[in-house]
C-alpha cells in the first residue's frame, strides 16, 4: 500500500542528489508544485527525464538542480524559448547541462520498454534525421526474421517518477482522467514514485476513460490542491496561460529569474508557519 505523506516529505524520502528523475504530464496534470519543492530543497546533480520539458523543467535546470536532461521537445508552449534551458546548455549558467534528444516516438517506446522491465525497444524511426549522428543512445538494429533495419533505443527506468493526477483513495490507488500522456507507464518504470494528487478521498468513483495505478505500483502519495497550476487538472481547474506568459519575462532574465527562486523560497516558510 502506497504511504500518504505531505508533499515535503515525499520529496525529502524519495528525490536524492544524482538521482533520475521523471516527471511526466502532457499539457495536463504537469507535477509543477512537486518540481517547486525539489527546488527548495536544493537538490543537485539530476539527470532530468521528461518527454516535453517546459516551464517547470526550465525553472529547476536555472535553479541548478540538473547536470543533464533527456528529452523530446522542449519550449514555453505558445509562448517561445525556455531561456533558462537555453542559458545552461549554451553559456554553462548556473551549471553546464548534458542533453540527450529522442523524438516522442522514441522516448515513449523507452518509457514501455522500462515499464515492461526490457532493456530496449525497436521502432520504425529517426530514419531521415540527423539524431542518431547526436545522440549515443539511437543504434541500429537488424530484425531476424525480416531483415529490416530498426531503429534501438535502451529502456528508461527512473530512480523515481513524479506525477500529478486527480485523485487517490486512502490505500493510495491513484485516479487520473482526461488528456494522459505516458504517466503510467513512466510510474511503472520506476523503482520509486511519488503521486501528487488534487485529493484523497474514501472512495474512488468511475470516470469514463480513467486511467488507475494501484497502489503497489507506487511508493508515495501526497494531497496537493493545485500541484499541476499553471497547467490544468480536469475538473478541478483551467490551464492558466497569463502565467505561461508572464514566465518568458521572469525566464529571460537572471535577476528576475533570481528573485522568483528566493520568493518561492518564501511561500514554503509561510506555508510551515501557518
Known sequence: MADIVTL??????????????????????IPHAAGHEIIRQGRRDLTLVRMTPDIVYDQLIGAGCARKLIFSWGGNPGVGSLHRFRDAVQRGWP??????????????????????????????????????E?????????????????????????????IHA?????????????????????????????????????????????????????????EVPRGAHPSYAQGYYDRDNAYYRHWDSIGSDREAFGNWVRELGQESVKEATR
Not at 486527480?166 to 518504470?189: F, I, P, S, T, Y
Open 8 to 29: 515535503a516529505e515525499g520529496i525529502g524520502d524519495l528525490v536524492a542528489d544524482g538521482d533520475t528523475v521523471a516527471m511526466e504530464g502532457f499539457t495536463h496534470l
Open 95 to 132: 551549471v553546464p547541462l548534458e542533453i540527450e534528444e529522442h523524438s516522442h516516438a522514441g522516448m515513449a517506446n523507452r518509457y514501455v520498454a522500462g515499464a515492461s522491465g526490457l532493456p530496449f525497444a525497436v521502432l520504425r524511426g529517426y530514419r531521415g534525421t540527423d539524431l542518431p
Open 134 to 162: 547526436h545522440t549515443s543512445t539511437i543504434k541500429w538494429v537488424t530484425c531476424p526474421f525480416t531483415g529490416e533495419e530498426l531503429a534501438a533505443v535502451p529502456a528508461i527506468n527512473p530512480d523515481v517518477t513524479v
Open 166 to 222: 486527480q485523485r487517490a483513495d486512502r490505500a493510495g490507488n491513484v485516479q487520473m482522467w482526461g488528456l494522459v500522456g505516458v504517466q503510467k507507464e513512466a510510474v511503472l518504470a520506476a523503482e520509486r514514485s511519488l503521486v501528487t494528487v488534487e485529493e484523497v478521498v474514501d472512495e474512488l468513483d468511475p470516470v469514463a476513460g480513467q486511467v488507475i495505478l494501484p497502489s503497489w505500483a507506487v511508493t508515495a502519495v501526497a
